[in-house]
């Protein structure tokens, strides 16, 4: 406080002590000198001449409780002090502030209200300290903030801000969830579309009985299986059903896993175990041979347009678009095979893959030099390829006669 | 918003996505703006940010590789209309259109810097400075289409407020376009005009006459500056002293700063002269304010206090320290 402030004081005003009442009514009696610390105070003082009885007491502002004007009243004690360095200061600042953030956001609160601006710039930086480096979802937490964004408006990626680590991860975690909603609404279309073409090639069915028709998309993913096995891996679809907060906190290692960092060491090893087991449960599968799907009997035999299909998309092996994930029903495999039949399939198999595997070489030489045309390929019954007028046609959705 | 303030602009971004309250707090509180640290695709970010912050008086979009594009200025121009500060340093991307856009959007700007923004010309300059007319920092340092006579000239016509300007590397100034900023901008504190090669000694007579709060002055590597120059700094001291005691002006007023580097033509007695008229300048070492380097038959030039400190008998210091 100025000189010219303590010069106006009147000599009936100057008192050992103040009265203040705080946010609950509850008044009580204060140091003049420490209280007046606080310019909103020591304005009262002066200008309207408050605080000198019980009856005319300041009435400080609604965010002044009294746990809070005591820690005000220790702060500016301790700083009124004159004989201390700044060191002492400091350390004692620090000390101040190490409390729980709720205190700490009630004390900048009061401190505002009561203007003074040492203590809230002091406890708005370590407000800061808090909030630098977080997450929307921790600053939620550690405030008790409402959640009440849309989920658009938190899917709203913050776009470009690829410097901060924490925010590439957050908008990838968004990205996964945006392209999970989109997967289902394609799904629903494609079901759609797919009876629309199974329609259409039932129609077609009954002008030519022979032909039965199998789409580009319809042949599915070799997954970089080798020849000799010649089976279709089928896949289900994996949707993660869990919140982004549930996978933040995967990430960040609250998963209840204590080998939360080895992991990433391990991380080949484990990919080597997985793709053993995998090919391991693979040659099992291999034995299915003869699957069902929609009342057609597709054996695996050596014939020539079997060999052409798996050849010919196997450059298309890595492309999704070209390959997508056909689901079967468990009903449409058939576990009981005679094992006399059994015996005399995988000898052709085994057959099959070896002439397949002598001339692959020129076969793909072959292929290169065709373009790699993508073509509907047509299966008669008597094995023999043909190809169709409307050869260019895409099926929207995988659709199996 | 006094806590966000104290954070980085990166946490501010983070921030404005906790809760409605707190984007409400931040889309139309947020005064001062930084995305200079942001290495790639910052003209995204500003499509997408700026559009929200509408509040904005300071836009700090200094970059290291050009990625502003004209796009991402309109934006600025269309939505920060109480931007005050705005910082376009090295955005070689950006045309003309980008200046016209401001000069219509963002009519308060005060501090506008578009060093290496050499894609500008001065005909768009010139437009902005009718509109701008509240600009008093100018960064125009390597926009050598931009900084013409016709660009300056416009610009001491219509921005009367300007103090600070910076025109390094600017070979296409000459005397008419200082001269007429000196006359137009009596309040110029900073004049930057270094490798300003085609200026002569009209140009900082003009500026030493017209400009009494000069204080900081670059010509390095104006080769064309003579003692005439250096005179007219010297005198102009005077004159501003007799017009300080009746404005009550301090002792501390005029040049603090000059830069003569690489002005061969310079002789030691006009450089003295004005050393001695301006007392703040110093050539003694950690006061370093007056640079001569690269002219060797200046070393003879001394600041007071460098003569006081030779001197055994001097008991009090200079008044300058």
Sequence with gaps: MSEIDLAVIKPEMMKLYVWLQTSDDSIQQVEQEIAMFCPLICQEIIQKGMGSSKSCAICLPQQVSPAMLSLILDYCRFHQVPGRSNKERKSYDEKFVRIDTERLCELTSAADSLQLKPLVDLTSRALARIIEGKTPEEIRDIFHLPDDLTEEEKLEPLRNITADPRIRLLNRLYAKKRKELKERERLKLYIVLGLAAQFFCFFYQSCQTQVSISSVASIPKMHHQPLTKLNVEVEEEHVDERSVDDLLSFINGNDGDPKGVKTSKNKKKNRRKKEQQKSSSLKEESELNKKEVNGHDIRHQSSEAERISETLYLPYADDDTFSPKVEFDDGDIDDEIDPALKEKIDREVEDFARRLNSDWPERMQELLSSGQERETILFTTDGFLRRHAWSNCIVPYPVNL | ?321
Aim: hydrophobic letters at 40%.
């Design chain 2, 1 to 321: 918003m006094q806590i966000l303030s104290l954070v980085d602009d990166q946490t501010v971004i983070t921030a404005s996505g906790v809760c409605r309250g707190w984007r409400d707090a931040i889309y139309f509180g947020l005064a001062r703006l930084s995305l200079s640290w942001c290495s790639k695709s910052m003209n995204n970010l500003v499509l997408s940010l700026v559009p929200k912050f509408v509040k904005l008086q300071t836009l700090i979009l200094r970059q290291d590789k050009p990625q502003l594009e004209d796009n991402a200025v309109e934006t600025i121009a269309k939505c920060c209309h109480e931007l005050q500060i705005l910082d376009l340093s090295k955005s070689f991307k950006l045309t003309d259109h980008s200046l016209y856009e401001l000069a219509l959007g963002c009519r308060d700007l005060t501090k506008l810097n578009i060093s290496g923004c050499s894609a500008f010309s001065d005909n768009a300059l010139a437009y902005l400075a009718s509109f701008c007319r509240k600009l008093k920092v100018l960064n125009l340092c390597g926009c050598v289409r931009a900084a013409s006579d016709t660009a300056l000239q416009a610009i001491g016509q219509y921005c009367n407020q300007l103090q600070s300007l910076n025109l390094g590397w600017c070979d296409n100034v000459g005397d008419v376009g200082v001269t007429t900023l000196a006359y137009g901008c009596p309040d110029l504190r900073i004049v930057d005009l270094c490798g300003c090669v085609r200026i002569t000694d009209d140009s900082v007579i003009a500026l030493a006459t017209r400009c009494p709060h000069l204080r900081s002055l670059g010509l390095y590597y104006c080769k064309n500056i003579t003692d005439r120059a250096m005179y007219s700094l010297a005198h102009s001291k005077v004159n501003n002293r007799m017009w300080g005691s009746v404005k009550g002006g301090n002792d501390e007023d005029g040049l603090r700063t000059l830069n003569i580097s690489q002005c061969t033509a310079l002789t030691p007695s006009a450089v003295q002269a004005v050393c001695d008229s301006f007392p703040s300048l110093h050539t003694c070492s950690g006061r370093h304010s007056l640079i001569m380097s690269g002219c060797l038959n200046l070393t003879s030039v001394h600041c007071a206090c460098a003569v006081h400190a030779h001197r055994a008998f001097t008991t009090f210091p200079h008044p300058a320290h």
